[in-house]
Protein backbone atom coordinates (compact mmCIF):
# COMPACT_ATOMS: atom_id res chain seq x y z
CA UNK A 1 0.00 0.00 0.00
CA UNK A 2 2.72 3.06 1.02
CA UNK A 3 5.06 1.74 -2.10
CA UNK A 4 1.98 2.54 -4.39
CA UNK A 5 1.21 5.76 -2.15
CA UNK A 6 5.04 6.61 -2.82
CA UNK A 7 4.78 5.39 -6.55
CA UNK A 8 2.06 7.65 -7.10
CA UNK A 9 2.90 10.94 -5.18
CA UNK A 10 6.18 10.29 -7.44
CA UNK A 11 4.43 10.45 -10.56
CA UNK A 12 2.73 13.06 -10.24
CA UNK A 13 5.37 15.23 -8.80
CA UNK A 14 6.96 14.13 -12.09
CA UNK A 15 4.40 15.04 -14.29
CA UNK A 16 3.36 18.77 -12.23
CA UNK A 17 7.73 19.55 -12.92
CA UNK A 18 7.66 18.56 -16.70
CA UNK A 19 4.88 21.29 -16.84
CA UNK A 20 5.73 24.38 -18.24
CA UNK A 21 4.62 27.57 -16.55
CA UNK A 22 1.62 28.03 -18.75
CA UNK A 23 0.28 24.42 -18.51
CA UNK A 24 0.72 24.79 -14.47
CA UNK A 25 -0.55 28.48 -13.97
CA UNK A 26 -2.91 29.19 -17.09
CA UNK A 27 -4.55 26.83 -17.98
CA UNK A 28 -6.58 24.82 -14.98
CA UNK A 29 -7.63 28.49 -14.13
CA UNK A 30 -8.91 29.32 -17.71
CA UNK A 31 -9.87 25.60 -17.43
CA UNK A 32 -13.81 26.26 -16.22
CA UNK A 33 -14.08 29.45 -17.91
CA UNK A 34 -16.87 30.40 -21.10
CA UNK A 35 -14.46 31.84 -23.62
CA UNK A 36 -10.69 29.28 -24.25
CA UNK A 37 -7.47 31.16 -23.91
CA UNK A 38 -7.10 31.14 -27.90
CA UNK A 39 -10.39 33.12 -27.59
CA UNK A 40 -8.68 35.33 -25.19
CA UNK A 41 -5.54 36.08 -27.19
CA UNK A 42 -7.43 37.04 -29.99
CA UNK A 43 -9.63 39.88 -28.14
CA UNK A 44 -5.60 40.84 -26.58
CA UNK A 45 -4.02 40.97 -30.17
CA UNK A 46 -7.18 42.96 -31.70
CA UNK A 47 -6.54 45.77 -28.88
CA UNK A 48 -2.58 45.05 -28.48
CA UNK A 49 -1.29 44.46 -31.69
CA UNK A 50 2.17 43.29 -32.01
CA UNK A 51 3.90 40.84 -30.18
CA UNK A 52 5.89 43.20 -27.39
CA UNK A 53 2.78 45.41 -26.69
CA UNK A 54 0.65 42.48 -26.42
CA UNK A 55 2.84 40.76 -23.47
CA UNK A 56 3.85 44.20 -21.56
CA UNK A 57 0.03 44.79 -21.69
CA UNK A 58 -0.67 41.37 -20.59
CA UNK A 59 2.08 41.13 -18.31
CA UNK A 60 0.93 44.68 -16.78
CA UNK A 61 -2.89 43.52 -16.27
CA UNK A 62 -1.41 39.98 -15.07
CA UNK A 63 0.26 42.24 -11.84
CA UNK A 64 -2.44 44.99 -11.58
CA UNK A 65 -5.69 43.71 -12.86
CA UNK A 66 -8.13 46.16 -13.52
CA UNK A 67 -11.55 46.30 -15.04
CA UNK A 68 -10.36 49.67 -16.57
CA UNK A 69 -7.68 47.46 -18.51
CA UNK A 70 -9.11 44.30 -18.93
CA UNK A 71 -10.09 43.40 -22.48
CA UNK A 72 -13.10 41.40 -22.03
CA UNK A 73 -16.29 42.39 -21.99
CA UNK A 74 -18.60 44.07 -19.54
CA UNK A 75 -20.46 41.55 -19.61
CA UNK A 76 -18.05 38.56 -18.82
CA UNK A 77 -16.40 40.20 -15.97
CA UNK A 78 -19.89 41.01 -14.39
CA UNK A 79 -20.51 37.16 -14.65
CA UNK A 80 -16.75 36.13 -13.44
CA UNK A 81 -14.92 39.01 -12.29
CA UNK A 82 -11.41 39.95 -12.32
CA UNK A 83 -8.51 38.10 -12.00
CA UNK A 84 -6.54 38.28 -8.74
CA UNK A 85 -3.10 39.55 -8.95
CA UNK A 86 -0.53 37.03 -10.16
CA UNK A 87 1.66 35.88 -7.59
CA UNK A 88 3.89 34.47 -10.39
CA UNK A 89 7.45 35.16 -10.14
CA UNK A 90 9.01 37.41 -13.25
CA UNK A 91 10.69 34.43 -14.76
CA UNK A 92 7.74 32.65 -14.32
CA UNK A 93 5.21 34.85 -15.79
CA UNK A 94 7.47 35.65 -19.18
CA UNK A 95 7.54 32.21 -19.17
CA UNK A 96 3.98 31.42 -19.04
CA UNK A 97 3.38 35.05 -21.55
CA UNK A 98 6.06 33.19 -24.11
CA UNK A 99 4.63 30.04 -24.25
CA UNK A 100 0.99 31.63 -24.70
CA UNK A 101 2.60 33.83 -27.33
CA UNK A 102 4.03 31.27 -29.50
CA UNK A 103 1.13 28.44 -28.96
CA UNK A 104 -1.35 31.14 -30.74
CA UNK A 105 0.58 33.76 -32.72
CA UNK A 106 -0.85 33.94 -36.18
CA UNK A 107 2.34 35.69 -37.69
CA UNK A 108 4.43 33.56 -39.74
CA UNK A 109 1.88 31.08 -39.37
CA UNK A 110 -0.60 32.00 -42.36
CA UNK A 111 0.11 31.45 -45.68
Known amino acids: MVKKFLFATVVLTSYTAAQNAY ?6 CHASLPTSLQGMFMNH ?13 LKHY ?13 LFID ?12 KELNEAIDIYWDKYKVFGKLK
Do not use: Q, W
Not at 45 to 57: D, P, R
Not at 79 to 90: A, H, M, P, R, V
Open 62 to 74: LRYPSKDISVMSD
Open 45 to 57: LLVYGGEHNFKAA
Open 23 to 28: ERHCVP
Open 79 to 90: NFGIKEKSTLSD
